[in-house]
């Protein structure tokens, strides 16, 4: 079974290719305090139109370069408001 992740598009300055932060919070077992980690993934898009701040879903698949182990499935369209 593959990873289905949410991340945000940072960068589409690369052709094909896009870079998605996916953020994710977990609680610390001893603290109890809400812990936020991000990384980052270079994500291949193949027809799926994408800017700098939309949401997307990704999906985990065979690697497509030394990097990108990752593809665009879906496009949620929303921005991201700070």
Known sequence: MSK????IVIS???DKTV???VEQKYRHPMYQK??????KFKVHIADIKVEN???VLI???RPISKDKHFI???N???KKVK
Do not use: N, Y
């Open 53 to 55: 701040g939309d949401i």
């Open 34 to 39: 809400v812990i936020k980690r991000s990384k």
């Open 72 to 74: 665009v499935i879906k």
């Open 59 to 61: 999906e985990e698949t």
């Open 12 to 14: 589409t300055k690369t």
């Open 19 to 21: 870079i998605v932060m």
């Open 76 to 78: 949620l369209k929303g």
């Open 4 to 7: 289905i992740l949410t991340g």
